[in-house]
């Protein structure tokens, strides 16, 4: 390992649902009704400079999701990639910054970033093994979840794998 790299350490995660103790400071729970509130969609908190999320009285910085796609299609076309990536970007409600991708060589696949004002979508795939893995970090009201299932719509995928987690929860 080099000098300077922090390793990462194994922890227990939480599970979907599964219930923290919220500090004192945050702002109490609020039904979940009205516009856009609903299965996985993280609702902002009130308007502050930090666009920090509220779900289910848990505040925190964003939702992180990773995408494992198995049987996907088009991994090695960076066009049809980008397309998949601009349409997830769009849908989640996110601010498209700028979009890089690279294809490694005749048959390769691809490897890319989309940066986010609210963070970024990663991608990188293997199409000699119909896999591909994605990288979804949004901060705010933005649908990581709605970015995700626009990923897997375009790579019509035999076998999909989802794993959500908040990042910067407060408590």
């Known amino acids: 390992m080099q000098a300077g790299w922090n390793r990462a350490v194994p922890r227990e995660v939480p599970r979907p649902g599964a ?3 919220r500090p ?3 702002q109490p729970a609020r039904p979940e009704s009205g516009p856009g509130a609903g299965a996985g969609a993280p609702r ?4 502050r400079a930090d666009h920090f999320a509220e779900q289910g009285g848990e505040v925190f910085a964003g939702t992180h999701v990773l995408l494992d796609l198995w049987g996907a299609r088009h991994l090695d076309d960076a066009a049809w990639i980008e397309r998949a990536m601009r ?3 769009d849908v989640a409600g996110a601010t498209l910054l700028h979009i890089h991708l690279h294809r490694f060589g005749d048959g390769g696949g691809v ?3 989309a940066v986010l004002a609210e963070s970024h979508i990663t991608v990188h795939t293997w199409p000699e093994r119909g896999f591909a893995a994605f990288d979804v970090f949004m901060c705010g009201g933005c649908r990581p979840d709605l970015a995700a299932e626009a990923l897997r719509s375009a790579l019509e995928p035999e076998r ?4 959500v987690e908040r990042r910067g929860v407060v408590g």
Do not use: K
């Not at 902002?44 to 308007?47: L, N, S, T």
């Not at 999909?160 to 794993?163: F, K, R």
């Open 19 to 21: 219930s923290r103790r």
């Open 24 to 26: 004192e400071h945050a």
């Open 44 to 47: 902002p908190a009130p308007p």
């Open 87 to 89: 349409r997830a970007v």
């Open 111 to 113: 490897t890319g970033v």
């Open 160 to 163: 999909s794998e989802m794993t």
